[in-house]
């Protein structure tokens, strides 16, 4: 239990970049017209954020400062500059999906409109942000974002042949969808998985905890139990879709499809359990984008920040905190879908990767800061090795989009 409580910071976290609003639709779009395709995509991502949270952790536990403190010091404040605006961008544009995503959950249990709950998820979001504290958010909301584990449990009830699951994760196949629209979910997957607002969310989450070098061994059980477990739920949606809608190739782009797995499995309370699950991960992921934007703006200009100070000794970084909420209302309020929205925003991601995990190496690597902890020879070598990854990413996926018409 106690490995468990001190992963609820990596679990928290994992919700943020692998079962957002987004991903809760993409994820089962990508089995819908894939089948298990794309699970390498998961694979990779979760071997990759590991590294980089793993970095991210230990920065913070040996130095005593957030990433994005050290990234400006480190790289200079117009480098830094140039991050803090495209991580701001990107987290809020973010925000925006996952209010709306706590929105759609709310009318899919309600019937009422999704546009009259935006206010609701926006003041709730705003006081469970300012009230309660660190520990307990993450807590609260880390564990209950593991309802998703329904969609897991489903497999076992439905008719799943897992054998064929089995062959479809090493046998990759565009289902006469072409190569553009499976590199297009790819992109847009693996973005989903290492978004640049996590690691700066962990590794804040982590001075908000006061960790030091005796909780190292802490930080690496919240890493190595929370972000496998996110990757899992999200492996789990692509399998239930995979298995539900893959053979009619049906076309996924509401909630309700995207429970209807469940509920083929479990009835009415398999679709409460769901709706929980929505509601869990997508308001889980508002907090932590909320909390993102506002530490990253805070910690490149030196401001007073934290959930553990009061908002009249840190007023900058909790007026950024609810600027950054009104902006995601406002977005919301011009009646945009919020898939529609975290779709876009999760090519803009790709393309701002390599602007987070580049100065993350960097950083990891100096003695100035992290004395004998800095990485050694394999981490350094995972860590190239996913940020050509990264790079790859980042230059295919405007292309990517604008050729197949936002994977049409």
Known sequence: MRKLLAATLGV????????????????????????????????????????????????????????????????????????????????????????????????????????????????????????????????????????????????????????????????????????????????????????????????????EERWSTA??????????????????LALSLIATAAVVYHPSGTLLRTLDQVAHPVVLAFGGVGLAVALLAFFAVTFGAALETGLSAAYAAAQYFGWQWGKRVSPREAARFHSVLLLSVLLGVLMLLTRIDPIRLTEYMLIISAVALPLTYLPILVVANDRTYLGDRVNGRLTNLLGALFLLLIIAASVAAIPLAIVTRMGQ
Request: some cysteine; aromatic content about 12%.
């Open 12 to 207: 928290l976290s994992a919700i943020g970049g692998f079962v957002d609003i987004g991903d809760l639709v993409a994820a089962s779009q990508a089995g819908a017209r894939f089948g298990m395709a794309h699970a390498w995509v998961l694979l990779v991502g979760v071997l990759g954020i590991c590294a980089y949270a793993e970095m991210a952790g230990r920065i913070a536990a040996v130095s005593g400062r957030a990433v994005f403190d050290l990234v400006r010091e480190r790289l200079g404040p117009r480098v830094a500059l140039l991050n803090l605006v495209a991580s701001y961008v990107v987290t809020v544009i973010t925000l925006a999906a996952e209010l709306g995503g706590v929105a759609l959950a709310l009318q899919l249990a309600s019937g009422v409109s999704y546009l009259l709950w935006v206010p609701v998820a926006a003041l709730a979001v705003w006081l469970v942000l300012w009230r309660m504290r660190f520990e307990l958010m993450e807590r609260v909301f880390g564990l209950a974002g593991l309802a998703l584990l329904v969609f897991a449990v489903a497999l076992f009830v439905l008719p799943t042949d897992w054998a064929e699951l089995g062959r479809g994760t090493v046998h990759l196949t565009t289902a006469g969808q072409g190569w553009g629209a499976y590199w297009f979910v790819a992109v847009a997957l693996f973005a989903s998985t290492v978004s640049p607002y996590e690691v700066f969310f962990f590794s804040s989450g982590g001075v």
């Open 215 to 232: 909780d190292l061994a802490d930080a690496r059980s919240s890493v190595l139990i929370g972000f496998p477990v996110g990757g899992f």
